[in-house]
């Protein structure tokens, strides 16, 4: 099975704090991905990857940034937190750009005070 | 830009049928997806049409047509666990980018 780990399940930051959600997945999977999902506006893409060190941004890239070092691991960055921040953070990936099918890591609900 | 318009919410009695509709609007259209998240859990895939017609997939259908800009999912002999909330996703880019709909949450009562 393919497996989507994201670092943690639940964070609670200050605003203004620099703040890293890690994403971790071990297929192999060339493309990954940064949504935001907030109630009523469904999924939003933030940023995604499809090599390493190869980043484009998304629909919302606004207030953040990510980091591909390595082909497994795709990092969500916000810089300076802030309460409009507060969400939950959904990785996912696919093995190549000829696929359809996404895999979703269990998401991060991050709240910023 | 992309939107995707789909029902807020359907409400079904077990054993039933339902069909939840997705209109979109969109510039670069590679085809439409379809997602199934529980309360709490991550996103999972349902189904994917590439072309016009309809796929099937045990009590599961999607179906699309690209000259009405419109697809829908349709769920057979609907069961309690098919409680969810469904999302209609539009591959929009060669790097398999979806935009989403706002999801339809599905409740499916005795």
């Known amino acids: 099975d393919v497996k989507v780990t994201q670092s943690s399940r639940y964070l609670v930051k200050r605003t203004g704090e620099k703040v890293f959600l890690e994403c971790v997945q071990d297929m192999d999977h060339e493309n990954m991905f940064w949504y935001r999902q907030d109630p009523g506006l469904g999924l939003r893409l933030i940023y995604f990857s499809y090599d390493v060190k190869m980043k484009e941004k998304g629909d919302i890239p606004e207030g953040y940034s990510v980091s591909r070092e390595k082909k497994e691991r795709f990092s969500l960055i916000l810089e300076s937190a802030s309460t409009n921040q507060t969400s939950m953070y959904l990785c996912?990936?696919?093995?190549?750009?000829?696929?359809?099918?996404?895999?979703f890591g269990p998401g991060t609900r991050l709240t910023v005070t | 830009g992309q939107s995707l318009e789909q029902p807020s919410e359907v409400t079904a009695v077990e054993g039933a049928i339902v069909q939840i509709n997705c209109t979109y609007q969109?510039?670069?259209?590679?085809?439409l997806s379809w997602y199934q998240q529980h309360d709490g859990g991550a996103p999972t895939f349902l189904s994917y049409n590439a072309l016009d017609g309809l796929e099937e997939t045990g009590r599961f259908s999607s179906f699309l047509s690209r000259s009405d800009s419109y697809g829908y999912l349709l769920l057979q002999e609907l069961q309690m666990k098919d409680s969810a909330s469904y999302f209609c996703a539009g591959i929009t880019s060669g790097y398999s980018t979806l935009t989403f709909g706002k999801g339809t949450m599905l409740l499916v009562s005795p």
């Open positions: 996912a990936s696919i093995p190549d750009t000829r696929g359809a099918e996404q895999y």
């Open positions: 969109t510039s670069g259209f590679y085809g």
